[in-house]
Protein backbone atom coordinates (compact mmCIF):
# COMPACT_ATOMS: atom_id res chain seq x y z
CA UNK A 1 0.00 0.00 0.00
CA UNK A 2 1.47 3.26 -1.03
CA UNK A 3 1.40 5.85 1.72
CA UNK A 4 3.39 9.09 3.28
CA UNK A 5 2.88 9.62 6.85
CA UNK A 6 3.72 12.82 8.30
CA UNK A 7 5.23 13.32 11.73
CA UNK A 8 6.90 15.94 14.24
CA UNK A 9 3.33 18.73 14.60
CA UNK A 10 2.94 20.13 17.69
CA UNK A 11 2.48 23.37 19.49
CA UNK A 12 4.90 25.97 19.46
CA UNK A 13 5.58 29.35 20.65
CA UNK A 14 6.12 32.33 18.39
CA UNK A 15 9.73 32.06 17.44
CA UNK A 16 9.97 28.60 17.87
CA UNK A 17 10.83 25.99 15.83
CA UNK A 18 9.76 22.52 14.69
CA UNK A 19 11.14 19.86 12.23
CA UNK A 20 8.66 17.76 10.54
CA UNK A 21 8.84 14.87 8.70
CA UNK A 22 7.41 12.77 5.78
CA UNK A 23 8.03 9.02 5.51
CA UNK A 24 7.17 6.52 2.20
CA UNK A 25 5.92 3.50 2.55
CA UNK A 26 4.84 0.98 -0.21
CA UNK A 27 7.32 3.07 -2.92
CA UNK A 28 10.53 4.66 -3.27
CA UNK A 29 10.59 8.63 -2.77
CA UNK A 30 13.71 8.83 -4.83
CA UNK A 31 12.22 9.58 -7.82
CA UNK A 32 9.20 12.00 -6.73
CA UNK A 33 9.89 15.72 -6.39
CA UNK A 34 8.44 16.03 -2.54
CA UNK A 35 6.02 19.07 -1.81
CA UNK A 36 5.25 20.18 1.27
CA UNK A 37 1.72 22.18 1.99
CA UNK A 38 -0.37 24.00 4.80
CA UNK A 39 -4.33 24.64 5.06
CA UNK A 40 -5.35 26.58 7.55
CA UNK A 41 -8.82 26.97 8.89
CA UNK A 42 -11.10 28.55 6.37
CA UNK A 43 -8.14 28.99 3.69
CA UNK A 44 -6.83 27.22 0.64
CA UNK A 45 -4.14 24.72 0.51
CA UNK A 46 -0.93 26.18 -0.10
CA UNK A 47 2.49 25.12 -1.12
CA UNK A 48 5.27 26.02 1.32
CA UNK A 49 7.90 24.34 -0.18
CA UNK A 50 9.13 21.47 -2.99
CA UNK A 51 12.49 19.41 -3.47
CA UNK A 52 13.65 18.12 -6.53
CA UNK A 53 14.02 13.90 -6.72
CA UNK A 54 17.72 14.16 -6.35
CA UNK A 55 16.98 17.24 -3.75
CA UNK A 56 19.76 19.54 -5.62
CA UNK A 57 16.47 21.65 -6.40
CA UNK A 58 14.27 23.32 -3.99
CA UNK A 59 11.65 26.51 -4.19
CA UNK A 60 10.26 28.34 -1.55
CA UNK A 61 6.79 30.38 -0.19
CA UNK A 62 7.88 33.88 -0.15
CA UNK A 63 5.76 33.71 3.44
CA UNK A 64 8.55 30.85 4.66
CA UNK A 65 11.99 31.92 2.41
CA UNK A 66 14.48 31.96 5.07
CA UNK A 67 13.16 30.56 7.80
CA UNK A 68 11.82 27.18 6.37
CA UNK A 69 14.66 24.27 4.83
CA UNK A 70 13.33 21.32 2.88
CA UNK A 71 15.57 18.69 2.69
CA UNK A 72 15.57 14.74 1.78
CA UNK A 73 17.08 11.48 2.61
CA UNK A 74 16.44 9.44 0.17
CA UNK A 75 18.06 5.80 2.54
CA UNK A 76 15.67 6.50 4.44
CA UNK A 77 12.93 7.64 2.19
CA UNK A 78 12.20 10.86 4.38
CA UNK A 79 11.93 14.38 3.30
CA UNK A 80 12.50 17.09 6.28
CA UNK A 81 10.49 20.42 6.67
CA UNK A 82 12.87 22.22 9.80
CA UNK A 83 10.95 25.31 10.50
CA UNK A 84 12.57 27.77 12.33
CA UNK A 85 11.17 31.36 13.24
CA UNK A 86 7.76 29.96 13.66
CA UNK A 87 4.50 32.90 13.26
CA UNK A 88 1.28 32.17 14.50
CA UNK A 89 0.25 32.64 10.69
CA UNK A 90 2.30 29.57 9.94
CA UNK A 91 -0.38 27.90 11.56
CA UNK A 92 -2.23 24.81 9.96
CA UNK A 93 -2.18 21.06 8.47
CA UNK A 94 0.82 20.47 6.91
CA UNK A 95 0.38 17.86 4.25
CA UNK A 96 3.47 16.41 1.93
CA UNK A 97 2.58 15.07 -1.09
CA UNK A 98 4.77 13.34 -3.90
CA UNK A 99 4.50 14.40 -7.67
CA UNK A 100 6.27 14.37 -10.92
CA UNK A 101 6.82 18.12 -11.17
CA UNK A 102 9.01 20.72 -9.30
CA UNK A 103 6.11 23.07 -8.06
CA UNK A 104 3.88 24.60 -5.46
CA UNK A 105 0.79 24.04 -7.40
CA UNK A 106 -1.26 21.11 -5.54
CA UNK A 107 -2.21 19.83 -9.04
CA UNK A 108 1.27 18.44 -9.71
CA UNK A 109 1.05 15.96 -6.75
CA UNK A 110 -0.72 12.71 -6.56
CA UNK A 111 -0.10 11.26 -3.68
CA UNK A 112 -1.25 13.07 -0.33
CA UNK A 113 -0.13 12.18 3.20
CA UNK A 114 -2.83 12.54 6.23
CA UNK A 115 -1.00 15.70 7.38
CA UNK A 116 0.50 17.08 10.93
CA UNK A 117 -1.21 19.94 12.95
CA UNK A 118 1.10 22.90 13.07
CA UNK A 119 -0.32 25.68 16.02
CA UNK A 120 2.10 28.66 16.63
CA UNK A 121 0.85 30.17 19.65
CA UNK A 122 1.31 32.08 23.25
Known amino acids: QLQLVESGGGLVQPGGSLRLSCKASGFTLRSNTIGWFRQAPGKEREGVSC????????NYADSVKGRFTISRDNAKNTVYLQMNSLKPEDTGIYYCAAGRVQSLATTWYGYWGQGTQVTVSS
Open 51 to 58: ISSSGGST
